[in-house]
């Protein structure tokens, strides 16, 4: 959907200005009580966010039982025009001394900006002191999605009891650290009498000065009311699944994150920017989309200014590429690990991608040996054995035996494997290659796979075979066989009915976290997307857009200011990067797999910003990529860490010097294949890659 944004600044009666927005007019209104003013969001005229009945501002003055307590209101008494800036003032007495409060509205990126203004005006310092920032909004339940963190409640994850839940009771508290969001928003969706509606707050994400703790941030999220459902800031404390005062540090759960308070001293004055936003729901489980949009269009994380190249890149990665080549007689390969004796198709190890990606980038890369190795590998991968659920996606060539892995069948590495066999078909035909092994192989695992999905009791579990769609639809294009085609367009349709609503938000598409993800979403938009360009039925693109977006949330649109430490010693800037999962909260490079389906969508849509995004990607994902072309896996971001030598620490509740941190020992080949497989596509879609 192309959107167009226009401002209409107003003055009528008590409303303070209108934006209008997606067809949409949104007011900032004061009301005027006696004295004093109460603040109201409202859209086309209905009230959507109100300033709690409190007061505008709320700041508590001690810490007791691990948590804010002695809460003092207060409420503007005073309302000026500057500009287009619209000011409320205030002053909030505390038994230490008083506030001196500002809050400054104008439109701005289709929400109401607002910087408030905290001034300590005590002549002590002011002990244990949580600030914040809330609004209240009528809806109840679960519907939120905080970007990279919680998805309508996590209803698939939440099973485990390892990843964040939320299901909007009253007293709920779902609010996270400001760097752990990847979009930093968060968003409510819900069911009013005529219609669905949806509100976000977006924040302009900061440290907060005089913080008891180090490396202190603001915090964001929701708290469930009797009423409805309040969308907050805090000047630091954190709280998830029933607990107060822990935050997400590592894959199995949580840890304590205590004392979160301020010491603020006498006349210091503190500011916090945030957004506001409502807007009306076209369908169930489209309100997100919404505030994505949104925080696009505040961060505008477009500029690949000082990124890598994509020469440079290319040229590092298939150097690196080749130290994982193994090659026996007819055994022929690239390993997934340095060190152990595999090849493994899909998801981490990508044995097969760089048979498609090499065929392509062989002429840039000026080595008579990258199409030799393509097909050498293509040529040996071929022979992968059947059995019950496939076939097989691990070969130790030690012991010359396929195999599966231990714990369970790799259903969407078979698939991703699928794919990049379709794709080298396709590139082998054009260039006249003997690839006659290639399309048996596949022939037989679509023969396979499609039978499955037909079946009448297929009931996939989660979304991790919608990796089968793109290269049914592929291989129906190559081979005309009627049932690849039908088989797609079933698992389009059963995959749409699960996930559009959000119900059951897109989830499984990592092998080691069976809860709401970046590949469950990213599985299903490029399926969606495949059906389009296949059939050119506008549902299709619908559903890509709504999967896209879902994809989009994990992404990094803004660099978030890092500590001491291996990031910071690089420069790194997070904007491009995706965080993986609502139980895996690192970032990583797996994103570069889609950058070519993100760019595809962009053109169809008309949404030149798509393009911008998936460029940004590919050429961000290329920082930290050492001397031999490698990289590691786990920046932390955010205080997070999931590798066995954090263990010991986070299990004794120290999250010290994680952030800000790396762990580059996990070098499985997907590191090095994505980047290429995603080159090819570029290269194919007409993208210079030289300059």
């Not at 490396?215 to 969308?231: F, K, P, V, Y």
Request: net charge negative; with cysteine.
């Amino acid at each position: 959907m192309k959107r167009r944004f226009s401002m209409d600044l107003v003055m009528a009666g008590l409303s303070l200005f209108g934006l209008r927005a997606y067809g949409q007019s949104l007011e900032l209104r004061a009301d005027r009580d006696g004295e004093h003013y109460h603040v109201r969001i409202a859209l086309d005229g209905r009230d959507v966010l109100t300033s709690p009945t409190e007061g505008l501002w709320s700041v508590a003055t001690a810490w007791q039982e691990g948590w804010p307590a002695a809460w003092v209101h207060a409420k503007p008494t005073d309302i000026e025009r500057a500009g287009d800036w619209t000011i409320l003032r205030g002053t909030l007495e505390t038994p230490a001394g008083a506030w001196k409060l500002s809050d400054s509205y104008r439109p701005e990126s289709g929400a109401i900006k607002c910087v408030r203004r905290f001034t300590w005006q005590g002549t002590e310092t002011a002990k244990r002191v949580t600030l914040s920032a809330r609004f209240h909004c009528p809806g109840k339940g679960s519907k939120a999605l905080l970007p990279g963190i919680l998805y309508y409640g996590n209803p698939s994850g939440g099973k485990s009891g390892r990843v964040p839940v939320y299901s909007g009771e009253p007293g709920e508290l779902a609010i996270y650290e400001e760097h752990r969001f990847p979009m930093p928003y968060a968003s409510f969706e819900w069911s009013a009498p005529d219609g669905l509606l949806g509100a976000a707050l977006h924040s302009l994400p900061s440290p907060v000065p005089y913080g008891n703790l180090e490396d202190q941030w603001w915090s964001m999220g929701l708290i469930g009311r009797e009423d409805g459902t309040e969308l907050v800031l805090l000047s630091g404390p954190c709280a998830s699944n029933g607990r107060r005062s822990v935050i997400k540090a590592s894959q199995r759960g949580f840890v304590p994150y205590d004392n979160a308070y301020l010491n603020v001293p006498p006349g210091a004055t503190i500011e916090k920017t945030f957004y506001l936003q409502a807007y009306k729901v076209s369908e169930r489980g489209s309100g997100f989309q919404y505030p994505t949009r949104t925080s696009l269009d505040i961060f505008r994380p477009y500029s690949v200014e000082g990124m890598p190249t994509f020469h440079q890149i290319i040229e590092a990665k298939y150097r690196f590429a080749k130290t994982r080549w193994y090659e026996d007689g007819d055994i022929a390969g690239f390993k997934k690990y340095p060190d152990r004796d595999f090849f493994v198709f899909g998801w981490c190890g990508q044995a097969a991608a760089p048979g498609y990606a090499l065929l392509v980038l062989a002429d840039m890369l000026d080595d008579p040996r990258a199409a030799e190795m393509a097909t050498m590998s293509l040529d040996f991968l071929s022979t992968a054995e059947f059995y019950d659920q496939g076939f097989y996606t691990w070969y130790n060539y030690r012991q010359k035996k396929w195999q599966q892995n231990r714990r369970r069948p790799e259903l969407l590495s078979q698939g991703q494997a699928m794919l990049n066999f379709a794709n080298a078909i396709r590139v082998g035909r054009i260039k006249d290659l003997d690839i006659w092994r290639w399309e048996r192989f596949l022939r037989e695992a679509c023969d396979f796979h499609a039978a499955k999905i037909l079946s009448d009791d297929w009931n996939p579990l989660s979304t991790n075979q919608a990796f089968f769609i793109a290269p049914l639809c592929e291989a129906y294009e190559m081979f005309s066989v009627e049932d690849y085609r039908r088989a797609a367009e079933k698992a389009g349709t059963v995959y749409a009915s699960r996930h559009l609503t959000m119900d059951e938000p897109y989830w499984g598409g990592t092998l080691d976290a069976s809860c709401e993800d970046k590949e469950g979403a990213f599985a299903a938009f490029q399926g969606f997307l495949a059906l389009y360009e296949l059939t050119h039925e506008p549902k299709y693109l619908k559903w890509a857009e709504h999967a896209c977006d879902v994809v989009l949330t994990y992404m990094v649109v803004w660099d978030i200011d890092l500590p001491a430490g291996r990031l910071r010693d690089h420069g790194f800037k997070t904007r491009g990067w995706t965080a993986v999962s609502v139980q895996n909260q690192h970032i990583d490079v797996f994103a570069i797999l889609i950058t070519p389906d993100i760019y595809r969508l962009g053109h169809y849509l008309d949404r030149d910003e798509l393009q911008k995004l998936a460029i940004l990607m590919y050429r961000s994902c290329g920082q930290l990529i050492d001397p031999y072309g490698s990289q590691g896996e786990q920046p932390h971001h955010t205080n997070y860490a999931q590798h066995g030598k954090f263990a010991r620490r986070l299990k004794a509740g120290d999250i010290s010097g994680i952030r800000g941190d790396y762990v580059e020992e996990w070098t499985v080949f997907w590191i090095t294949a994505h980047f290429l497989n995603a080159a090819a596509q570029f290269q194919e879609l007409g993208l210079p890659l030289t300059d």
